[in-house]
């Protein structure tokens, strides 16, 4: 069996699988320290796990690193290592960082010898000693973590390796992030992303060797695992080193979980919570990636993040009548005191779901003096509002089924323009938690090849290779990795043929 | 005259967005750059074409290579060396700057030679929109030197094309030098004078850009409709309002060529555009008739916001409204027609100018 915990702002929900079949699902309070809200959803799941049945892994989904982001707490010194000369010295890291970030993380940076061009080719050859010399310089500032970041390093790693082992050696303790590792071409973007896992290493370690602990002193002994925000999960090991990837595991893990609850595989999420609808596009059940920059607490970055549409519509959004006016304001968690079915005295979409018979919450009589034909007018807006999330995230104008999860979904018919199917799975309440559960692990590759070296074909069977072997490599089993998303740009204004190149591999985890 | 600031750099790059007609790349990076040089050196002066002196010697300079390169091995002081280079092959001395290309990440390039040397920019470039290339230049159509040229990367290498037969010669030379230095290079054009400015270039687009962006600007913070601020700003019209509901793409000789269909919204609601780009937008037609054609501006900018979308940003179930702007006069007549025409993108059809 397994448990899947989702550690939201509000509550740590949990859930126990056996398969596919879900044991048992709590919702407890998210507590300040993560982990004793963890600990007492953990203690309810496990009520229910029959006395013969053993777990064999624990999965986590967290927004706590987002949080020490956004609150700039906790966050360890960190510095930026680029390899660039003599290119690139115009904008040095951390450009356009917001000042108050900056300097919670001491903003060191480093410019030195190295990099290559889009075609391979080195800009210069790594300067060893002037590597060392940063990494004395680091030591001495206190810093904990680095990013290291190579220019074009999407099509050569070889230097920031080079440099993160030269690193480590001149000052062990360090811990070295490598942009290529990280993001995808984009130096400023692709830096920012490292630096931000540089800046939570320390965070990471003391809250997962925390929840390490909780778990087995419940006596149980699982490995633990967290969700990334691509749809696959890390090894706590793994996730130590890179906690920038569980940024935005939420709406992953929901979306994820909507797919695991539905059967669908392609199809359109949307999650309506209380104060606003999330949706995003299922693509062979994991999430489609964004692909444009994504800004992480005031800092542009450009790795793998969902593709997330959002709008501010949901179950407690606040109605105005004269003019009608459906949010943004919402009444949030306090809707089942305020909302006028509760006995409060704000109108709500809630409410119009009531009065026009889409839901039987509350006390429909407490709604009484509000017109059915006013009721059916803003469910026939919020109707065309959610139409709209559905549209932009779609690729083509085809129908697909579309999946409703959180409860503001009982705003909505059970028709859509431009859905196949619309679709309410039961414990989509649980969503995240159950997205959280589903053992899968994967590799990425993002690589730029100069087709005048190799051909077309060779460039995908290489980067093909390259990403099953990191889904091996995390833990899948090689028999199940299946290749779920291939990208191929060519690259404008530049006759010379180089073509970027995305692929990933998926692959169920092994001995599980 | 007037100076350009840290806070007009925002402005700039939204106007040049919008005059990019998909094209000219994502001006972010180049945006950085500048306020980088500006926050260093202090504002740059920009002077207005009749404010040119007859001894003025104004030198061109632009960036060449691949905007994906660039947002990864970003440019730096490229343009600055370049400029040095025809100064001193040439020479002459420059005593002012101006842009290639007012459309996209070029519109910036002089800002930063001119902020490093403390030379003025002038207020004009070569196109009034985007291009893809270096010979399709209202500069060199109108007589300006198309060479010498100085070509300069980030390391230190610099190259001169002293001769050539045609700009469109040197735009196969330099690019083929562009790909050897790593394809973030920039170039620098011999001096023009006054009169050739006056009489060769497309005047008063820095300023245009500014303005253009200032009024997306204020009209987002005043909750005002976007686009009816850039048509108060630029004589222009809205060519149609929709979805984008098909996208066809295929690159080759490294230009991205295809074709976007949006289906109407709203006064639209029965008819498509269909728009053929080649990394801009240059063929617009609904139901089959032909509204706008290069070199005419094709805009497709975000409904809601205005935000310009480039062609390589297009997406399904995109909310878009596409703007059409007359090409400047010295793009509409024969010679200009000859070298940036449809006929001169392959496409087998008149010029018919835009109906405003």
């Known amino acids: 069996m397994r448990i899947g915990i989702d550690v939201g702002g509000t509550n740590t929900d949990a859930v126990l699988l056996d398969g596919d079949v879900l044991v048992a699902q709590t919702k407890q309070p998210t507590t300040a320290d993560v982990t004793s809200g963890i600990l007492s959803a953990l203690k309810a799941v496990l009520e229910r796990k029959p006395e013969t049945a053993s777990v064999e892994a624990v999965m986590l989904g967290t927004t706590h690193f987002t949080n020490a982001l956004l609150e700039h707490k906790q966050l360890s ?9 003599p290119a690139t010295t115009l904008l040095p890291p951390l450009i356009d960082w917001p000042d108050e970030l900056r300097t919670a993380i001491g903003g060191y940076t480093y410019l030195v010898h190295g990099g290559h061009e889009f075609d391979g080719r080195e800009i210069s050859p790594l300067d060893e000693e002037e590597i060392r010399k940063a990494a004395k310089d680091m030591r001495n500032n206190g810093v904990r973590g680095v990013a290291v970041s190579g220019v074009f390093s999407p099509v050569d790693t070889s230097h920031e390796e080079r440099a993160g082992a030269i690193i480590r050696e001149e000052s062990p303790g360090l811990n070295v992030t490598l942009s290529s590792e990280i993001g995808r071409v984009g130096i400023l973007e692709r830096e920012n ?14 809250t997962i060797n925390a929840i390490r602990n909780a778990i087995s002193s419940l006596g149980l002994d699982a490995p633990l695992f967290l969700s990334q925000n691509d749809g696959t999960l890390m090894d706590a090991e793994f996730a130590a080193s890179y906690p920038v990837f569980t940024i935005a595991s939420g709406p992953t893990n929901s979306m994820r979980g909507a797919a695991f609850l539905s059967g669908v595989l392609d199809g359109i999420v949307v999650d309506i919570g209380g104060t606003s609808t999330d949706g995003g596009a299922l693509v062979s059940g994991f999430p489609r990636e964004a692909s444009v920059a994504v800004n992480v607490g005031g800092v542009r970055t450009n790795f793998r993040m969902p593709d997330v549409f959002s709008i501010a519509l949901g179950g407690g959004s606040i109605v105005q009548i004269d003019p009608l006016q459906i949010g943004p304001g919402s009444v949030g968690y306090r809707l089942v005191e305020e909302g006028l079915v509760f006995g409060g005295n704000v109108l709500t979409t809630t409410d119009m779901a009531v009065v026009a018979g889409l839901a039987d919450i509350g006390n429909s009589g407490l709604a009484g003096g509000i017109g059915k034909s006013l009721a059916e007018a803003v469910i026939s807006e919020i109707q065309t509002r959610i139409e709209n999330v559905v549209d932009q995230l779609k690729l083509n ?52 090849y ?18 099953t072997d990191k889904a091996v490599g995390a833990g899948a089993d090689p028999a199940t990795v299946e290749i779920v998303e291939v990208e191929e740009v060519p690259l404008a204004y530049l006759p010379s043929n180089a073509v970027r190149v995305r692929i990933k591999a998926v692959g169920n985890l092994a001995n599980l | 005259m007037w100076k350009v600031t840290e806070q007009d750099l925002e402005s700039i790059a939204i106007g040049a967005g919008i005059l990019g007609t998909g094209g000219g790349g994502n001006p972010y990076v180049g945006m950085l750059r500048a306020r980088q040089m500006i926050r260093e050196f202090g504002p740059v002066k920009v002077l207005s074409s009749d404010e040119l002196n007859s001894d003025d010697r104004i030198i061109c300079v632009g960036g060449i290579g691949a905007p994906t390169v660039g947002i990864e091995k970003m440019r730096d002081k490229q343009a600055y060396y370049a400029m040095r280079a025809i100064e001193d092959y040439t020479g002459l001395k420059a ?18 030679p001119a902020a490093i040397s403390g030379l003025p920019v002038v207020d004009a470039d070569g196109m009034g929109r985007a291009f893809p290339q270096y010979h399709l230049k209202t500069y060199f159509v109108y007589g300006a030197p198309y060479a010498p040229l100085a070509l300069a990367d980030e390391k230190g290498n610099t190259m001169i094309i002293p001769e050539a037969i045609s700009a469109h010669w040197v735009e196969r030379m330099a690019r083929a030098v562009t790909i050897q230095m790593g394809c973030v290079a920039c170039y620098a054009t011999t001096p023009m004078n006054a009169e050739q400015i006056r009489n060769t270039a497309v005047l008063d687009t820095l300023t245009l850009a500014k303005d253009l962006g200032d009024a997306v600007k204020r009209a987002r913070e005043q909750h005002e409709d976007p686009i009816a601020g850039i048509l108060d700003t630029h004589p222009g019209k809205v060519l149609f309002q929709g979805k984008i509901v098909d996208l066809e793409r295929r690159t080759t000789q490294g230009f991205a060529r295809g074709k976007v269909t949006i289906e109407g919204i709203g006064g639209y609601a029965d008819d498509h555009m269909e728009i053929e780009f080649q990394n801009e937008n240059l063929i617009a037609s609904i139901s089959g008739d032909l509204v706008c054609i290069v070199p005419d501006l094709i805009c497709i900018v975000d409904t809601e916001r205005a935000e310009p979308i480039t062609t390589e ?44």
């Open chain 2, 95 to 112: 005593t002012a700057l101006v842009s290639n290309e007012i459309g996209g990440s070029n519109s910036l390039e002089p800002l930063i």
């Open chain 2, 313 to 356: 940003l297009l997406r399904y179930g995109f909310r878009v409204t596409v703007l059409g702007f007359p090409a400047p006069d010295l793009w509409t007549t024969p010679e200009g027609l000859a070298v940036a025409g449809p006929r001169a993108f392959g496409y087998e059809v008149d010029y018919t100018p835009i109906v405003i």
């Open chain 1, 193 to 206: 992303a490292a630096t931000l896992n540089a800046c939570l290493v320390d965070v990471a370690e003391r």
């Open chain 1, 397 to 448: 104008a085809a129908p697909v089924p579309v999946i409703l999860v959180g409860g503001g979904n009982i705003l909505v018919k059970d028709s859509l323009a431009g859905a196949s199917d619309v679709l309410r799975p039961e414990y989509a309440g649980v969503a995240n938690a159950i997205g959280a559960a589903i053992a899968q692990v994967g590799g990425q590759v993002e690589k730029v």
């Open chain 1, 450 to 467: 100069s087709l005048s070296d190799v051909s077309r074909e060779e460039a995908l069977a290489s980067a093909r290779q390259e990403a």
């Open chain 1, 77 to 85: 010194q960190a510095a930026t290592l680029r390899l660039c000369l």
